[in-house]
């Protein structure tokens, strides 16, 4: 897999069309942060790390078993409709996209969503990373 932060969002849109509460995603430290921002941004329920292999939980540290970790998010829906419509992926392994923190988009007004950084400070969408003055890697929109 080329691009593990477009595998997430794919997951997460093909979960979203059928209608389904939870999807378990392979686990990283990057796309466990994203989670949680998604999680602090009220758009996801929760999301929390788990072993694909619960029976073997207790031998874990013995046999090394930490790469079956999975990262499990329950998506949130209000009146039958998720409250995440969309996601895009902007900045591609491809194309990078890093922009100043002078230089961070905003989105219309018309369109009510977040744009999410990947900075030095860690996840953050575009407002927090103007009141901090700090650039990054235009990761994705949701909305």
Known sequence: MTD???????????VILIKRKKVNIPFSKF???IAK???REGLIEKAEVFSSL?????KRKKKGLDKFKEI????????????????K???????????KWKDIP????????????STSKG?????????KKTGGEILFEVW
């Not at 593990?4 to 997460?12: A, G, V």
């Not at 992926?89 to 922009?99: A, D, E, H, N, T």
């Open 37 to 39: 921002f998604l999680e």
């Open 31 to 33: 796309k466990f942060s």
């Open 123 to 131: 996840i953050m969408s575009t407002n927090e990373a103007w009141k």
């Open 72 to 87: 499990r998010i329950l998506l949130k829906y209000r009146n039958g409709r998720s409250v995440i419509s969309n996601l």
């Open 106 to 117: 905003q989105l219309n007004r018309n369109r009510k969503g977040i744009i999410v950084l």
């Open 54 to 58: 619960g029976f073997l939980l207790k």
């Open 89 to 99: 992926r902007i900045s591609k392994p491809g194309r990078r996209l890093y922009v």
């Open 4 to 14: 593990p932060i477009s595998d997430m969002l794919t997951r997460i849109r093909n």
